[in-house]
């Protein structure tokens, strides 16, 4: 089986903090992505990446980067934590783009408070 | 207005009752997602479709391109259905996708 494993299920970080969220796929998928779900907006898609070192905006990137180092692995990280990222914070891959219709697989989510 | 929408927000039934989850979308799409999300957060993804119809298990998806719908169906209901039901469309000539809110699920014994 697919699997996407997040580093952490809860986490709380104070203002200011620098925050990093991990996410690491095992089935070689070229593709993955950051989401971020909030009550009554769904998922809003953050960043994703097609490769190694590749990554592209999203539709909410203010206040986030990401890394991509190894194919496997695919960071998240808010460089000074505010309370408005108060959120859960879900990754994503698959074998290839999305609009070549694959499946997505996720990871079982990171909540994230900021206080 | 949502390019998404789905219908009914929530929905709750008695266990055997047969569910029905709607999608509308306003954008031409290549095809259309149904995911679904237990307590706890976990997404999983249980159809992707371009036409007609799929099945798995009591899961049935169809979707109509010309009207722009899609339904999800869940046949003699489990509590065990209980969970966020989420449909996602993924527009031509775009790599990301546009999900629903989600219709909350509460099957009772």
């Known amino acids: 089986d697919v699997k996407v494993t997040q580093s952490s299920r809860y986490l709380v970080k104070r203002t200011g903090e620098k925050v990093f969220l991990e996410c690491v796929q095992d089935?070689?998928?070229?593709?993955m992505f950051w989401y971020r779900q909030d009550p009554g907006l769904g998922l809003r898609l953050i960043y994703f990446?097609?490769?190694?070192?590749?990554?592209e905006k999203g539709d909410i990137p203010e206040g986030y980067s990401v890394s991509r180092e190894k194919k496997e692995r695919f960071s998240l990280i808010l460089e000074s934590a505010s309370t408005n990222q108060t959120s859960m914070y879900l990754c994503?891959?698959?074998?290839?783009?999305?609009?070549?219709?694959?499946?997505?697989?996720f990871g079982s989510g990171t909540q994230l408070s900021v206080l | 207005k949502n390019e998404v929408e789905q219908s009914p927000q929530n929905l709750t039934a008695q266990e055997g009752e047969f569910i029905t989850i709607n999608c509308s979308y306003s954008?031409?799409?290549?095809?259309l997602h149904w995911l679904q999300q237990h307590p706890g957060g976990g997404i999983v993804s249980l159809f992707m479709?371009?036409?007609g119809k799929k099945k798995h298990g009591r899961l049935i998806a169809t979707i109509n391109i010309q009207e722009k719908h899609s339904s999800l169906h869940i046949t003699a209901s489990h509590p065990r259905d209980s969970a966020v039901y989420i449909c996602a469309a993924l527009p031509f000539n775009t790599d990301k996708l546009i999900f629903g809110t989600g219709t909350r699920l509460q099957v009772f014994p």
């Open positions: 994503a891959s698959s074998f290839l783009a999305e609009r070549t219709n694959e499946k997505l697989f």
């Open positions: 479709l371009s036409s």
């Open positions: 990446s097609y490769d190694v070192k590749m990554k």
């Open positions: 954008v031409g799409i290549s095809a």
């Open positions: 089935m070689d998928h070229e593709n």
